[in-house]
């Protein structure tokens, strides 16, 4: 096959070359409710159009690779007293995956514990190009299955406003969780 920046022969669908030259990951950090930190690892402007494949089958090949690059990596630096649960918002599958469950998944490591199907939306409304006020008037009202864990990672896939991550933690620590960071693939103000 070709790879589908540069149109080199390739194994993958984004060759390990333009891996290294546009995927690189960097990471950007801001804080929401309860001075909670949320760390990217894209830029927006710089992934935007691969973002964009998520509900489409080249999709879950790209978020693979994104997952590989940034979360994976992360799980591997990562160190903490005890396992840590890192939950995705959202994981129902579309168009045949979960492109939250991908990001999640690249996370399992000595000190982090995948869940799946934990932290889901009761309001299926999506957010997508809408407004603050919007976000603020049409809540997600998550729903959160019970799992052991006290600490957590939250995951998403795009920060926008912060809102759905903000309505994630409120879930959480109303459950007597320890949100310790949330972890998303790319920030939308950078």
Do not use: W
């Not at 994976?72 to 995705?88: C, G, H, P, T, W």
């Amino acid at each position: 096959m070709k790879c589908l920046l540069c149109e080199s022969f390739s194994f993958v669908h984004i060759c390990k070359e333009c891996q290294e030259l546009f995927l690189t990951p960097s990471l950007y950090k801001r804080k929401i409710s309860n001075n909670i930190e949320v760390i990217s690892f894209y830029r927006y402007s710089d992934v935007k159009k691969l973002i964009h494949t998520k509900h489409t089958d080249i999709g879950f090949y790209i978020y693979k690779i994104l997952a590989q690059n940034s979360f994976k990596r992360f799980a591997q630096e990562f160190k903490f007293d005890n396992k840590v649960a890192s939950l995705s918002i959202d994981d129902i599958p579309k168009s045949g995956y979960s492109h939250t469950a991908i990001l999640n998944k690249n996370l399992q490591s000595n000190y982090i514990q995948p869940f799946y199907g934990r932290l889901r939306a009761s309001n299926p409304i999506t957010y997508s190009g809408q407004s603050k006020e919007f976000r603020f008037l049409n809540p997600r009202k998550f729903n959160l299955k019970e799992f052991k864990h006290e600490d957590v990672i939250i995951v998403d896939d795009i920060i926008t406003t912060g809102s759905t991550l903000t309505q994630a933690i409120n879930i959480l620590k109303q459950n007597n969780k320890n949100v310790l960071l949330c972890l998303t693939l790319v920030d939308a103000s950078k």
